[in-house]
């Protein structure tokens, strides 16, 4: 394909590479995901154990990164891309490639698993919950945020957000992989680990102070509605 994220076909791994040098720019087309990040981590308890292990699936450069420092995990990061596997390693995550439907790790070696803005860009919803089940050791911990298999979730994650500068990019989300909620808790269910869901939604008033330049991040508040951006977590038995 030629050389613009544009002209990539929708969920096209070839993106992140090719806007690489994205990753760590707080304003740049990746901002959402640092948000994000720091929401995500939020749900992540600092571990008692020596050696705690948590595993990163679909962690890109590694923004999750920063916000676990003093938590006490080993933090092992999953992802197709060697180029953010490299950015990654640059803020003390152990890069390992793979696809989240094939793991390379052995069983139960996580306290925590980490799923964070990935489950929308799988094919194969059911197999990419087995994986991140079978990586958590009894009592571990997994954490999610996605987009919902809704009409809703369809208008203002594509429809809206990817016209909007810096945001999301366009063609970023295939809407056939977007998340049934029903089928996720299902799945998850299968596997010992029972999900609870919130839904999350960025501060108004912090994205009208980002955008001009009065803030360098945007907190995500939760909402009553998991019709679109949703965060789950569950221990496995």
Known sequence: M????????????AMYDRLAAQWWRPRGVFAMLHWLAAARAALVPPTPHEDAVLVDLGCGAGLLAPHLEGKG????????????????????????????????????????VVAGEILEHVPDLPKAVAEACRLLRPGGLLVIDTLAAT?????????????IPR????????????????????ECAKHGVALELRGIRPSLIDFALWLGGRRESVRMLPVPTTAVLFQARGRKR
């Open 2 to 13: 030629s050389g613009t994220p544009e002209s990539l076909a929708p969920n096209d791994p």
């Open 73 to 112: 995990y080993r933090h092992i990061g999953v992802d197709l891309s060697l180029e953010a596997l490299r950015q990654g390693a640059a803020h003390g995550v152990l890069g390992v490639q793979g696809s989240v439907l094939a793991v390379p790790l052995p069983n139960a070696c996580a306290e925590v």
């Open 151 to 163: 009409a809703l979730c369809r208008f203002l994650a594509i429809g809206v957000a990817e016209r």
């Open 167 to 186: 945001i999301a990019t366009r063609g970023v989300h295939d809407p056939a992989f977007l998340v049934d909620r029903r089928l996720l808790v299902a």
